[in-house]
């Protein structure tokens, strides 16, 4: 049977929240424990610097990432779980891709096109007011990270489907370009019963906002995050639907067809929006609760992140060195003589 590579990284810019879990960690950990598949997951670091320049939430969010994975069942010895940071060869890829990418490519890659579009409502005549090259080529380091490890599924939530359909693009481009089959057409791998969570802000649920809800809290606090969810007034008893409020679509992500099926008629008979909240807090806390006490096991013990980081690190850079020896000879770039 030939073995079906997955590979997703979660940038390190936050705490880890029910976004990033249903729309990536939850289903990469679930297909890497398929059979018959080999898995590489990662924090994205480089990533983390181009929206962040924090350096101590950068550090603290290496490891609330790194503990995230591991306490919601990632198995080390089946998959290769490292920092971005610790691979360079990923750089190396880096450039070579960014030496094959069209400029227009970029220009429309939708986290450039936003801050351009954020630049001419503010009324900015530049519109690349202040946007970093990193932003920019964003999407070409994703590609390194993705094209380095040969991946072809690739678990994200639906914000970056168009990522990884440019990783795709600038694949093929290469291998046509150099006649050479180096690289895996990779594919997004999305669930199709979770949409993009919607945060506590009625914004897109993301470590960049401010307006999560954390994976690890206690169920009073997280009661009160819950909370906060956006609902409109209506009283109970009086029929809801379930475009009203975001807090539907986040316990879909949780529950059974069946469950979410019940929820929705519940609601349509005047379930109490503060009753739906303790439903939905509950429902969380039934699957997260479990992971919790290794969580803050591996937030007070870093080394033991470390020691795991480190050794995925070596195993997945004698991956990396092979592949990024193949490119380098391909493009031309050798030993003379
Ligand atoms: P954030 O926006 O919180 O910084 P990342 O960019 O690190 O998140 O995303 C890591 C993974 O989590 C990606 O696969 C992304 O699609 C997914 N993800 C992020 N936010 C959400 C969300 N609100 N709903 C579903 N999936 C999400
Ligand atoms: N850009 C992704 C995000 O912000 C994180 C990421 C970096 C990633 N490299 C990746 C995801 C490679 C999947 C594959 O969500």
Same mark, same amino acid.
């Not at 199709?192 to 993009?196: I, K, M, P």
């Given at each position: 049977m030939m073995t079906k590579r997955v590979l997703t990284g979660v940038t390190t810019t936050g705490i880890p929240h029910l976004g990033n879990y249903v729309g990536a960690i939850r289903p990469a950990i679930r297909a890497a424990q398929e059979d018959g598949v080999e898995s590489y997951l990662f924090l994205a670091n480089y990533h983390g610097i181009i929206k962040c320049h924090d350096p101590a939430m950068i550090h603290e969010s290496t490891q609330a990432v790194a503990a995230t994975w591991l306490a919601c069942g990632l198995d080390t010895e089946r998959t290769t779980f490292y920092r971005q940071s610790d691979i360079p060869e990923i750089l190396e890829l880096n450039w070579i891709l960014t030496c094959i990418t069209a400029k227009g490519l970029m220009n429309r890659a939708h986290a450039y096109k936003a801050a351009v579009q954020a630049n001419l409502e503010n009324g900015q005549e530049d519109q690349d007011f202040q946007v970093e090259m990193g932003l920019y080529s964003y999407p070409i380091l994703m590609t390194a990270d993705i094209l380095m490890f040969k991946a072809h599924s690739i678990p994200v939530g639906r914000d970056q489907i168009q990522h990884v359909e440019m990783a795709r693009d600038i694949a093929q481009r290469f291998n046509s370009r150099f006649g050479k089959e180096l690289f895996v057409l990779p594919e997004a791998a999305i669930d $199709?019963?979770? $949409?993009?969570l919607v945060g506590l802000d009625g914004r897109k649920m993301s470590k960049s906002y401010g307006n999560t809800i954390p994976l690890f809290q206690t169920p009073k606090q997280r009661q009160k995050s819950v909370n906060k969810i956006l609902t409109n007034l209506k009283e109970p008893g009086e029929p809801k639907f379930k475009e009203e409020s975001p807090l539907f679509e986040i316990y879909q992500a949780f529950a059974t067809e069946q469950e979410t099926a019940d929820f929705e008629r519940a609601l349509n008979d005047g379930l109490a929006w503060g009753e739906a909240k303790k439903i939905l807090s509950e429902k969380i806390g039934a699957e997260l609760d479990g992971f919790t006490e290794k969580y803050h096991d591996l937030i007070a013990h870093p080394e033991k992140i470390e020691e795991i980081l480190q050794a995925g690190a070596a195993k997945a850079r004698v991956e990396a060195r092979e592949l990024l020896a193949q490119v380098k000879d391909a493009v031309g770039i050798r030993t003379l003589g």
């Open positions: $199709e019963n979770v $949409e993009l």
